[in-house]
């Protein structure tokens, strides 16, 4: 059973992929949410585009119990409630996200790269200058690949609402 914790952070990111605000995660708010992105980015991306509508596969491989093509908060939520047991498959999911966010594919986050990853995914500006010194565990001023694998991993599977990872989606609504 999902925690008060978990349904915030949850409730927090599926708002903001629910680009149509219909209740439901489809693959026109992915197609939303990757568009999102590439405007960000001001260019093509065909990289991006294929992480993006391949996580929404998996979403949907994994949580629409109804095969009815849309995910709802609680079959989401029934997902994220087995997270902790399925270490690797989130580092996969995360490792994807990182490749997404990695605008130059130098091997790291910035600072830039990651409001833009929060930005794309919120739909909004969003101020991330105090949230990324907290991701950033040792203090270099980028993510590595390990260092977003544990703050994927806290986010989806975390109950701890002081760890780092709680925040990795930006300010929790």
């Known amino acids: 059973m999902a925690s008060d914790l978990q ?17 439901y995660l489809t693959e026109s708010d992915f197609e ?37 093509n849309k995910v709802t908060f609680d079959e989401v939520l029934a997902v994220v409630d087995v997270l902790p047991t399925m270490k690797a498959a989130v580092h ?9 966010a990695d605008a130059n594919d130098d091997g790291k986050v910035s600072s830039d790269e990651y409001r833009q990853m929060i930005e794309a995914w919120r739909g909004i500006p969003t101020d991330t200058d105090t949230i990324f010194p907290l991701l950033d565990d040792d203090g270099d001023g980028e993510l590595s690949r390990s260092e ?3 703050l994927w991993y ?9 760890a780092p990872g709680t925040l990795a989606f930006g300010p929790l609504a």
Do not use: C, H, I, Y
Request: net charge negative.
């Open 148 to 150: 977003f694998r544990e």
């Open 32 to 68: 939303a949410l990757t568009n999102r992105w590439l405007t960000l980015r001001g260019a093509p991306d065909p990289a991006l585009s294929e992480v993006m509508m391949g996580w929404w596969a998996t979403l949907l491989a994994a949580s629409d119990q109804n095969r009815d």
């Open 92 to 100: 996969g999911t995360a490792d994807a996200m990182f490749t997404a």
């Open 154 to 162: 806290e986010f989806w599977a975390g109950d701890n609402a002081s």
């Open 7 to 23: 349904r915030r952070k949850l409730t927090t990111v599926f708002a903001a992929m629910d680009a149509d605000a219909d209740g």
